[in-house]
Nanobody
Framework: EVQLVESGGGLVQAGGSLRLSCTVT????????IGWFRQAPGKEREKVSC????????DYAYSVKGRFTISSDNAKNTVYLQMNSLKPEDTAVYYC???????????WGRGTQVTVSS
């Protein structure tokens, strides 16, 4: 079965860094696109970053461009989100998201809390 499990969230001061990890099971990266979403209290879930299933192309939300970096390690079945220069407005629950290209099936992790203090 397909599972996505996030880790690496926590409390950090503004300007600090965190690295989130998403370990995926049940599929290969060649068949999926993987991304990160986040949702702050009272706000809609928004896309943060995504990485191509095979070509490693990346995309970022305007608000995080230049500060966040998405990467993958296929040998470890893990996708990372390196977050630098964190701001209080980055505070949210971060969700790992996977989509199977062939079927357009979506999968979600349960989320990891990121809190950035001023």
């Amino acid at each position: 079965e397909v599972q996505l499990v996030e880790s690496g969230g926590g409390l950090v001061q503004a300007g600090g860094s965190l690295r989130l990890s998403c370990t995926v099971t049940g599929f290969t990266f060649d068949d999926y696109g993987i991304g990160w979403f986040r949702q702050a209290p009272g706000k809609e879930r928004e896309k943060v970053s995504c990485i191509g299933a095979k070509d490693d192309s990346t995309d970022y939300a305007y608000s995080v461009k230049g500060r966040f970096t998405i990467s993958s390690d296929n040998a470890k079945n893990t996708v990372y989100l390196q977050m630098n220069s964190l701001k209080p407005e980055d505070t949210a629950v971060y969700y790992c998201h996977g989509i199977r290209i062939l079927t357009s099936t979506n999968y979600w992790g349960r989320g990891t809390q990121v809190t950035v203090s001023s």
